[in-house]
């Protein structure tokens, strides 16, 4: 008797997990979306749904009215800890990142366009195959949380002293510093979780400028603490 209630209890929470796999999946869609081709959506909704399944078997429904209120969160978290897992920035990658930077800025003031990898490479003294992988991180990081773009680096030590209040205190002086739709990129990326192709067509701005904003306001954040 006690086997077939605790079996009908499993049962009950596997159909609770089963029930929410559509979100799981949309969610695994959205960041996909935002990422390079190289990171494959399975994998995402494979990680996605491992976590669903572990947080619907330790569910307590009278702690939590609304199961996906309570697991969202965490199934995205667990998407995102896959990606630094990846570990997608090491050290020479970050020195690269900053000069590929720098050197998409210059390009961009003389031809008014990204260069490509290949250019990149000439420019930089470096492989294309090391320029493109170097890019592609920096993709990834972008959609992390802030504060995890913020910590990134040698500079990140800096960061991590600070509080959080005095960081959002920062972070909103900086954004002060910028347009109504240079504002709106970062609240569209990071809140609404819109990829850079849904931002350029509601605020009609190319997705390259969407990108050379957000890397601005990051540097800028950390230029404001001393990083």
Do not use: C
Not at 180 to 207: A, G, M, V
Request: hydrophobic share 40%; no cysteine; net charge negative.
């Amino acid at each position: 008797m006690i086997s077939a209630y605790t079996q009908d209890i499993k049962h009950k929470e596997d159909e609770l997990a089963i029930q929410y796999l559509p979100a799981v999946k949309a969610m695994a869609f959205r960041l996909k979306e935002r990422l390079p081709s190289s990171i494959d959506y399975m994998d995402l909704s494979a990680i996605g749904t491992e976590e669903l399944i572990k947080l619907a078997r330790r569910y307590d429904e009278k702690l939590n009215d609304s199961f996906w209120g309570y697991a969202k969160k965490r199934v995205y978290g667990a998407m995102l800890d896959y990606l630094r897992s990846l570990d997608i920035l090491s050290r020479a990658s970050r020195k690269l990142v900053k000069a590929i930077d720098y050197a998409v800025e210059e390009h961009r003031l003389t031809h008014e366009e990204e260069p490509t990898d290949a250019e990149l490479a000439l420019i930089l003294g470096e492989s294309e195959e090391k320029v493109h992988e170097a890019r592609i991180a920096s993709t990834i990081y972008t959609v992390m949380p802030l504060h995890d773009q913020l910590q990134v680096g040698d500079e990140g030590a800096a960061l991590a002293l600070i509080e959080k209040e005095e960081l959002i205190a920062v972070i909103k002086k900086v954004l002060s510093g910028y347009n109504e739709r240079e504002q709106l990129i970062i609240q569209f990326y990071y809140f609404e979780e819109l990829n850079l192709k849904e931002i350029s067509e509601i605020l009609d701005i190319t997705e390259s400028r969407i990108s050379q904003i957000h890397k601005s306001v990051i540097h800028k954040i950390k230029e404001s603490v001393g990083a």
